[in-house]
């Protein structure tokens, strides 16, 4: 879960700790694309992931927590390996 306390939202940190953490995803030897889910109570998230490249899969699992029901869309993007200088 990446969550940014709502004071410091909208000042590109949610975008910067993403790109570290794809950064260092591309390091490893394999991976050729990143998967996310949405819990649909906070969809107003969506853009965010969008605008980083993630796209809906169509594929949706249930979610239950506590007396929360709701539904996860699984959104992807695959990653642009050469993009990145592999570490060794």
């Known amino acids: 879960m ?3 306390d709502e004071v410091h939202q909208h000042k590109g940190i949610g975008t910067a700790a993403y790109r570290i953490l794809e950064s ?3 390091s490893w030897n394999g991976i050729k694309k990143v998967r996310i ?8 998230v969506l853009p965010f992931w969008k605008k980083l490249g993630f796209i809906e899969t169509g594929e949706i ?3 239950r927590y506590d007396k929360l029901e ?9 990653l642009e390996i050469k993009n990145y200088i ?3």
């Open 2 to 4: 990446l969550l940014i």
């Open 61 to 63: 699992k249930s979610y």
């Open 24 to 26: 260092n995803i591309c």
């Open 86 to 88: 592999k570490s060794i």
């Open 37 to 44: 889910g949405i819990i649909l109570t906070n969809e107003i």
């Open 70 to 78: 709701s539904e996860i869309p699984i959104l992807e993007k695959e």
